[in-house]
């Protein structure tokens, strides 16, 4: 029997195996997102997935080895290792474009999982090949997970944040991206765009 405690590991194989998802999601994801600016360009993303309660004691229960009651950092080590760097085939479930264009993701840094409340959270940073400027293109920015096993959505209008030099007269909103449609047409994600005066 497989250990429920590597859920996300085996969510992961299952997808790529390309079985059908069930009727519902088994995994609800809260996503959170600051664009980081420098120079007046957005250099970063810094991300936020909180994860549901039940799942998030599933992961803790499985990754707590020495079972202190805290996620220590060779367990973070662990828990990047098995439960996360997988998702990078799947463009970390965060998509952007810039000008409708697809933007791949240079790289990935800082991983780390942090308790909030009876919830845990994945907080990582995602960096672009170059640094955008929006005040000359339309980026947008839509998570998902394609099946629908994992329910990965911005929680509110506030979900994404910008910070850094150059990023005031900018502003995010948030609204459903028909385009990105998944689970048949049925999901409608919601995408971020980022816009200046």
């Known amino acids: 029997m497989r250990r429920p405690a590597a859920a996300l590991v ?35 993303l810094f991300m936020g997935w909180k994860f549901d309660p039940v799942y998030s ?8 080895k020495d079972k202190n009651g805290k996620l220590d950092p060779a ?23 810039l000008d409708g264009k697809p933007v791949a993701w240079k790289d990935v ?8 409340k ?3 959270l994945y907080a990582f940073r995602l960096h672009f090949p170059e640094p955008i400027d929006p005040r000359k ?6 998570t998902y997970e394609e099946s629908f096993y994992i329910d990965m959505d911005f929680p509110n209008d506030k979900a994404v944040t910008l910070t850094g030099e150059g990023s005031q007269g900018c502003r995010a909103t948030i609204a459903p991206d028909p385009a990105s449609a998944i689970y048949g047409g049925i999901v409608i994600p919601k995408r971020a765009v980022v816009s200046c005066e």
């Open 10 to 44: 085996a969510v992961l194989a299952w997808l790529s195996w390309g079985g059908s998802a069930a009727a519902h999601p088994h995994v609800l994801v809260d996503v959170h997102a600051l664009a980081e600016f420098k120079n007046g360009r957005i250099v970063s």
């Open 118 to 120: 009876d919830s845990l």
């Open 109 to 116: 840094s800082d991983f780390t999982v942090m308790g909030v």
């Open 75 to 97: 367990e973070i080590r662990e828990i990047e290792a098995q439960a996360f760097r997988e998702t990078k085939d799947q463009g970390y479930f965060t998509y952007a474009k």
């Open 57 to 64: 004691a599933t992961l803790f229960q499985d990754f707590d």
């Open 137 to 142: 293109g339309v980026l947008g920015v839509v």
